[in-house]
């Protein structure tokens, strides 16, 4: 065995660590986006707030579950690793084919190319600007991320704990500021759905999953598994909560339902016409936040595909010097450019990002919800260090709530869904390629 196929993943992040990856991927653009969306999908200002409430809530639970995977599971190849465990190497493969090429590279495009479209506000390159500034942003924290995984959590703990306090100015530029928006003339009605409602806000508390990819090089996965993802949940909440509560304070839901932009509106309220301006670069921010800890756990999934499929074995190599799957790094950074550069010719990049990401994310959290009660099941002698509460109804919700989310990610996204799928099949080879076998996995 040579050095690089000895090398493996080390335990060297903390509780902190790991609650600032979950935080800085989750809280993203879509928060300054969708509460107008949201807005006019309800009835009333306590649904409003309650409906955010009640997202935290499914976020919890489907925590809860992944912390009793990740804590008895702990694999860098995270929901790789517990779909190979319930349903065997056929399905884990065209999972990590599917995540390599579709969920986490489309899910880093479809953000860069928010930043590119904020960043624009401040300096355009003309036509194809956002998809400029989304194939520098891939580049350069990929680049970052190179530098091994030490640098890399460093500066997503930076980046995180600047959006909290990014997002805490924006709570206080609304609660605070002596102006407030002016009421709108007529009332309007909500003519909208409370399940389109809790589509978006689920999309906007997505993310929260890819904690599962550094359980391994967790310095206590078994104790602080389950502290990582509740303290995420309880941080995201309460910050998704407040914000939400400021905008009400701000607009009232017949204004905020008539803005298109609330996160740039309230700003300009605030702050006078420099709003636009201190959002657009609060946005690059949190941008760069969710990009970095993107790259930073899709990494492991080409490291554990490489360290069962022979053709792929490259990507199976741990970097001993930075600690880091860094062929899977390379190889992510590529697909991720090459769906930028698919994506610069449609009419909206993130549009077409998250269409072709939407019903194939959903559809594999729905198995790895399942395979908890598999592994029960199969083996109820085994030992948990932590066990989700209120089973079974726990992880019977968590999956009736990702099948509802694929059901309305294939009727509401567009062409870009029937790509995701075409991509996916097209790794169904893999599927019946020889790897190395179930033991060879199971030992790594």
């Not at 190979?84 to 860069?112: M, N, S």
């Not at 636009?276 to 930073?296: D, E, K, M, Q, Y």
Request: proline share 4%.
């Amino acid at each position: 065995m040579s050095k690089a196929d000895a090398a493996k993943p080390q335990p060297i992040l903390s509780l902190v660590d790991g609650v600032a990856i979950m935080v800085g991927i989750v809280i993203g653009i879509g928060i300054f986006k969708t509460p107008s969306l949201i807005a006019s999908n309800v009835g009333s200002e306590a649904a409003f707030i309650g409906i955010w409430v009640f997202g935290g809530l499914i976020t919890l639970i489907g925590a809860l579950c992944y912390a009793e995977l990740a804590s008895a599971e702990p694999h860098s190849g995270g929901e790789y690793h517990f779909l190979w465990r319930a349903y065997g190497p056929k399905v884990a493969i065209l999972f990590g084919w599917a995540r390599g090429t579709v969920i986490q590279t489309g899910a880093i495009a479809a953000v860069g190319f928010v930043l590119g479209d904020y960043a624009s506000q401040i300096f355009s390159f003309g036509p194809k600007s956002a998809a400029i500034y989304a194939a520098l942003s891939v580049i350069g924290v990929t680049a970052f991320n190179l530098l091994g995984t030490v640098p890399g959590k460093r500066l997503q703990v930076i980046l995180t704990s600047l959006t909290v306090v990014a997002v805490m100015a924006v709570i206080a530029a609304a609660l605070f500021s002596v102006n407030q928006a002016p009421a709108p003339a007529a009332a309007s009605s909500s003519s909208g759905s409370l399940g389109l409602a809790l589509i978006l806000v689920l999309l906007t508390y997505g993310g929260w999953n890819e904690v599962a990819y550094v359980a391994a090089e967790m310095r206590n996965v078994q104790r602080d598994a389950a502290r990582m993802l509740v303290a995420g949940t309880i941080v995201l909440t309460a910050l998704y909560v407040f914000v939400n509560v400021a905008m009400l304070w701000t607009f009232g839901l017949e204004g905020l339902r008539a803005s298109q932009a609330p996160g740039a509106d309230l700003m300009r309220l605030a702050v006078g016409d420099s709003g636009a301006i201190i959002l657009s670069l609060i946005v690059i921010v949190t941008a760069l936040s969710t990009i970095n800890g993107t790259i930073f756990t899709g990494a492991r999934t080409y490291y554990a595909l490489g360290r069962d499929l022979p053709l792929f074995r490259r990507l199976g190599v741990w970097d001993e010097r930075g600690d880091n799957p860094r062929n899977g790094i390379l190889a992510q950074g590529a697909i991720s450019l090459l769906l930028v550069a698919a994506g610069s010719v449609s009419r909206d990049g993130f549009q077409a990002m998250v269409d072709y990401t939407a019903p194939i994310f959903w559809a594999f959290l729905f198995l790895v919800g399942l395979s908890l009660f598999i592994l029960r099941h199969r083996e109820p002698q085994r030992e948990l260090p932590f066990r989700v509460p209120l089973y079974p109804l726990t992880p019977i919700l968590f999956c009736a709530t990702c099948l509802y989310m694929l059901y309305a990610s294939v009727t509401y996204t567009g062409y870009g869904a029937l790509a995701g799928m075409a991509v996916v099949a097209a790794g169904l080879p893999l599927v019946f390629y020889r790897a190395k076998g179930q033991n060879s996995h199971l030992s790594h």
